[in-house]
T-cell receptor, first 113, second 115 residues
């Protein structure tokens, strides 16, 4: 069975500092990988996705993620945090065959002024 | 921009009662999903639905749950006899085409509280 691990349920960063959110997956074959963001009282919004093309994926709002097969990782980064980045971030994986997304536990990001 | 909508935003019910959670997927989407998130836990897949039938379901989706697309726009999740442990945020999602590459668009969720 697939699983997704997000290291750190809470991350606090200063405005302008690097945001790094870690995601590791377990899968027998390279899956499809997604990062979603959830702002308060809103649904999950896709930030970016890896679908076996380029290993460095750029998403919305200045976020990017790098797929590293050897490390089974798909960490999310943003060079400079903004106050509006305060939200909860979810890493998710989907098998090549199948419909469901398997989510990590989420990481809540707090941005300090 | 098209979006998935869900009603109600918050539902409070007594244990043993039936509830129906409603979703309006994006209009040209063909695949529909329900997920739930119990407070403090991961978002979990419940069921996917395509062409008027369930295409995949999790072990959570037992006989007390059912889904339906009663008309061309709504997609519902029914819980026949709610239990305390059904208290959770329920998310509806839809996608335009067949997975796995295609993004699922999520609604804002319905918070179900079972007393």
């Amino acid at each position: 069975a697939q699983s997704v691990t997000q290291l750190g349920s809470h991350v606090s960063v200063s405005e302008g500092a690097l945001v790094l959110l870690r995601c590791n997956y377990s899968s027998s074959v390279p899956p499809y990988l997604f990062w979603y963001v959830q702002y308060p009282n809103q649904g999950l919004q896709l930030l970016l996705k890896y679908t076996s093309a380029a290993t460095l994926v750029k998403g919305i709002n200045g976020f990017e993620a790098e797929f590293k097969k050897s490390e089974t990782s798909f960490h999310l980064t943003k060079p400079s945090a903004h106050m509006s980045d305060a939200a909860e971030y979810f890493c998710a994986v989907r098998k090549a065959a199948g419909n469901k997304l398997t989510f990590g536990g989420g990481t809540r990001v707090l941005v300090k002024p | 921009e098209p979006e998935v909508t869900q009603t109600p935003s918050h539902q409070v019910t007594q244990m043993g009662q039936e509830v129906i959670l409603r979703c309006v997927p994006i209009s040209n989407h063909l695949y529909f999903y329900w997920y739930r998130q119990i407070l403090g836990q991961k978002v979990e897949f419940l069921v996917s639905f395509y062409n008027n039938e369930i295409s995949e379901k999790s072990e959570i989706f037992d006989d007390q749950f059912s889904v339906e697309r009663p008309d061309g726009s709504n997609f519902t999740l029914k819980i026949r006899s709610t239990k305390l442990e059904d208290s959770a945020m329920y998310f509806c999602a839809s996608s335009e085409r067949s997975p796995p590459k295609i993004e699922q668009f999520f609604g804002p969720g319905t918070r179900l509280t079972v007393l």
